[in-house]
């Protein structure tokens, strides 16, 4: 099943996907372009790898690590399908990720990777937009370059574990203004998604709610203002993203916003 | 008179303290939000890596704010157990002013920063040492209960200046630490416009305005106590995590 959270008519639902509409909890049938979708689940302890797919370390000149590069993410920067990320006009890179996000549905401590399945109640898409400018190389990749307000879409859907056969084995794709920019298949992570959780729970407790983002494969490019994004993975969805300038963000300071005119 | 949260019965309440008063039970954390500290906020802290801020792997001194999370997982209260993990024998003991946020903040001035906070709190962000700040230190910051907030969130109004509060660690009654806030590089009005510069801080959030250099270590059962300012004392026990139940009652 595809279940997504959606605001309509004043308030939030839960929806899943009927007939190629969504169908909310109440029983409405609404079409998709009527909703504001919201993130599918609501995040809470969010976790994001780094350099998890061989072919991006090395466009990024980075060994492939030992361990998993692992940071967290706040509740903050994360927006549902359909929404815009500021672009500040200071940013010279600001590149997409497209990656496959794994939601734990129960608790897990010290699972070992045989029984790491048991534990996920579903996936979905994030794209995990990196400005690079903002880089420094303490806690590395720092908060301003990866926790900015808006610069997590995730979504549109959580589909269940058993509507996918093998998570391992998954087309993702990018595309800017309708031209693939980025294509890479699950199979390529480093650390695959037994071996994460695996490592996780060896040290700490996840919970339900919980979302690992699984990193991403090589195919960065930079992004303008304007520029629709559309993060893709096979059997999971489409997530639609538009980016947005200062002119749009920064309206409430109007002295600033006239400046960066 | 400040709240308190306790549990009893599978059930949180919310109760009164008036001043004098002991407590002796294990109570909730007095807050829900998301956790963020800042690192190297000391001067002292700084000035401990010397030459190595600019020779690899950092090349150069921090220019934003270092911010990291402690998870909900990481979140105890005062008087529970802190949990000492089997591969560890020493843990840092992180005493650290917290800054309880009161309303929704982004890219809030410095001058007008204070009116957004609700409260401060005390915090204790426990870490497994670690030498090397290049990569984020999950696995030594986010363990199960790595984050004993409380006792309470002592109202902003108790506290005329923030960026002058006396911080001191004890270990088994034993004066181990004592820095002030006034020594942040970032004051705290400072570091919330900044912050908030690049992301939205939330009610009940809570920023860590940072630890002093030289952070003590404490053992499975040393009593550790943290006693800020105005605000009162967190006071936690060290146990082997083998002992250590869910919600830090050892």
């Known amino acids: ?261 | 008179m400040v709240n308190v949260r306790i549990r009893t019965m599978q059930r949180q309440y919310e109760v009164s303290i008036q001043e004098g008063e002991v407590i002796t039970t294990p109570l909730d954390p007095p807050v829900t939000g998301t956790i963020y500290g800042a690192l190297l906020n000391f001067k002292g802290a700084l000035e401990v890596l010397g030459d190595a801020v600019h020779k690899a792997p950092y090349q150069g001194a921090p220019k934003a704010p270092v911010l990291y999370i402690k998870p909900a997982n990481t979140l105890i209260g005062h008087r529970m157990a802190i949990p000492v993990p089997d591969d560890s024998v020493e843990l840092e003991m992180g005493a650290t002013l917290g800054v309880v946020i009161g309303k929704t903040a982004t890219r809030v001035k410095e001058e007008e920063a204070l009116s957004y906070v609700s409260g401060y709190t005390i915090v204790n962000d426990v870490s497994v040492p670690h030498d090397s700040i290049y990569r984020p230190a999950i696995k030594q910051k986010a363990r199960d209960g790595f984050c004993p907030v409380g006792p309470w969130v002592m109202p902003k109004e108790a506290i005329n200046n923030p960026d002058s509060l006396q911080v001191k660690v004890f270990i088994n009654g034993q004066l181990k630490q004592e820095n002030n806030t006034h020594h942040l590089i970032r004051s705290v009005a400072r570091l919330i416009s900044d912050v908030t510069d690049f992301m939205t801080l939330r009610q009940g959030d809570i920023l860590l305005t940072g630890v002093p250099e030289n952070a003590p270590l404490a053992k499975v059962g040393d009593v550790v106590r943290i006693e800020i300012d105005r605000i009162g004392f967190l006071e936690n026990i060290l146990v082997h995590e083998k002992d250590w139940n869910w919600g830090g009652r050892a």
């Open chain 1, 1 to 261: 099943m595809k279940k997504a959270r959606v605001a309509y008519s004043g308030a939030i639902y839960d929806a899943v996907e009927k007939e190629g509409m969504l169908q909310l909890h109440d029983g409405r049938l609404v079409q998709e372009q009527d909703v504001v979708w919201l993130s599918p689940v609501e995040p809470r302890t969010v976790f994001a790898l780094g350099l998890n797919y061989a072919d991006h370390a090395k466009e990024l000149a980075f060994n492939a690590p030992e361990e998993p590069l692992v940071f967290l993410k706040g509740p903050n920067t994360f927006i549902g399908h359909r929404a815009e990320t500021r672009r500040p006009s200071d940013a010279e890179y600001m590149h997409y990720e497209c990656e496959l996000a794994v939601v734990i549905g129960r608790p897990a401590r010290n699972v070992a990777r045989e029984n790491a399945y048991e534990y996920v109640s579903g996936y979905t898409i994030a794209n995990d937009y990196a400005i690079r400018d903002y880089l420094e190389n303490y806690y590395r990749p720092n908060l301003k370059v990866k926790n900015r307000d808006t610069c997590t879409p995730i979504g549109p859907w959580l589909v269940d574990t058993e509507d996918i056969e093998d998570p391992m084995n998954l087309k993702l794709r990018t595309y800017v203004n309708g031209k693939l920019t980025q294509e890479g298949t699950t199979r390529d992570m480093i650390f695959d998604i037994p071996a994460l959780i695996e490592y996780l729970s060896s040290f700490m407790t996840l919970n339900e709610g919980d979302i690992i983002l699984t990193g991403t494969p090589e195919g960065l490019v930079d992004t303008a203002i304007g520029d629709e994004v559309v993060t893709e993975i096979e059997g999971i969805g489409r997530l639609v993203n538009t980016i947005a300038g200062d002119n749009i963000f920064l309206r409430t300071d109007n002295e600033k916003a006239v400046i960066d005119r």
